[in-house]
């Protein structure tokens, strides 16, 4: 089970933390990730980061958004700093596992996020 919490209504240029509490799952056997969908597209990724802590992000995010892991607490969380409206998405946290032939994916319920200009 994966719980999000943090998201909001904020002005453009503000800061938001996003937070992803995970239960039942090997949480260091996981990739982490947070994937954003915006009304009338599709999800997408925003950044993720392995159990060793290695991270990769969108390049509209670079910069902007900071991703870590605690690998103790079983929390995964999205700091998105200097945000943009076009930011406004449900933001989804993801575990990711590769196990032999098969992909293995949990996610979140999802959290608002709504930039205004």
């Known amino acids: 089970q994966l719980v999000e919490s943090g998201g909001g209504l904020v002005q453009a240029g503000g800061s938001l933390r996003l937070s992803c509490a995970a239960s039942?799952?090997?949480?260091?056997?996981?990739?982490m990730g947070w994937y954003g969908q915006a009304p009338g597209k599709q999800r997408e990724l925003v950044a993720r980061?392995?159990?060793?802590?290695?991270?990769n992000y969108a390049d509209s995010v670079k910069g902007r958004f900071t991703i870590s892991r605690d690998n103790a607490k079983n929390t995964v969380h999205l700091l998105m700093n200097s945000l943009l409206p076009e930011d406004t998405a449900v933001y989804y946290c993801?575990?990711?596992?590769?196990?032999?032939?098969?992909?293995?994916?949990?996610w979140g319920q999802g959290t608002q996020v709504t930039v205004s200009s």
């Open positions: 993801n575990a990711y596992q590769r196990r032999g032939p098969f992909d293995y994916n949990y």
């Open positions: 980061i392995t159990p060793e802590g290695s991270t």
């Open positions: 039942g799952i090997i949480f260091t056997a996981n990739i």
